[in-house]
């Protein structure tokens, strides 16, 4: 069965801090997908990123940069010189190749961006 | 396009009362599912659908029925709603199983 966990349940950080979000998932397949969401506060989830598992290129878009490593069965988020409009729940999921439209999310991590 | 929608936005129930929670999405993709989310514990999927006509149980389909009549519909049902069930519920969509999902606003129920 697929698992991710976050272990980082709440994080606090002074603007302008770099912050690292961690993931690890378990998974039999071969073949997944992770992904990244935010939940701000004002609730709704925003799409983040998506990885397969063949792409073990890290990405950068801007501030935020992924680290996928499947040799720990990580997929870590990085965010560099947080702001306040970063404070947020991030979520990472996992969607096996195999399982139809079965999203396994994290129980979360709430970033707390301090001015 | 509006995307992914969901009504009411908020609904309180009493125990033992049924209510549909309403999802519809304009962007004629052919996956669908139902999520809720509780207080640290992420988002765990109720049903999913990967097209009209099928649906399929996820994580936590107990006290929960779908159906799939459209490819822009996807109502869940609460059959005799329990305190339990109190929670934040979110409808997505995507064009394929694996790709980005696109989630609706939600909808808080609390049931007393």
């Known amino acids: 069965a697929q698992k991710v966990t976050q272990a980082q349940t709440e994080i606090s950080v002074v603007e302008k801090e770099d912050v690292t979000l961690d993931c690890v998932y378990e998974?039999?397949?071969?073949?997944?997908?992770l992904f990244w969401y935010k939940q701000p506060p004002s609730g709704e989830l925003v799409f983040l990123i998506r990885?397969?598992?063949?792409?073990?290129q890290n990405e950068i878009s801007g501030r935020y940069s992924w680290n996928f490593q499947k040799s720990t069965s990580s997929f870590n988020f990085t965010i560099t010189a947080s702001q306040v409009v970063d404070s947020a729940v991030y979520f990472c999921?996992?969607?096996?190749?195999?399982?139809?439209?079965?999203?396994?999310f994290g129980g979360g991590t709430r970033l707390m961006v301090k001015p | 396009n509006a995307g992914v929608t969901q009504t009411p936005k908020f609904q309180v129930l009493k125990t033992g009362q049924s209510m549909t929670l309403q999802c519809a999405q304009d962007?004629?993709?052919?996956?669908m599912s139902w999520y809720r989310q509780d207080p640290g514990m992420g988002l765990r999927l109720i049903h999913y659908?990967?097209?009209?006509?099928?649906?399929d149980q996820g994580e936590v389909p107990n006290g929960y029925n779908v159906s799939r009549s459209t490819t822009e519909d996807f109502p869940l049902r609460l059959l005799s709603a329990a305190p339990s069930q109190t929670s934040v519920y979110f409808c997505?969509?995507?064009?394929?199983?694996?790709?980005?999902?696109?989630f609706g606003p939600g909808t808080r129920l609390t049931v007393l």
């Open positions: 997505a969509s995507s064009s394929t199983g694996v790709d980005e999902q696109f």
């Open positions: 998974t039999r397949d071969t073949t997944y997908y």
């Open positions: 990885r397969n598992s063949f792409d073990e």
């Open positions: 999921a996992l969607s096996e190749f195999n399982a139809g439209n079965m999203l396994t």
């Open positions: 962007m004629n993709h052919e996956y």
């Open positions: 659908s990967v097209g009209a006509g099928i649906t």
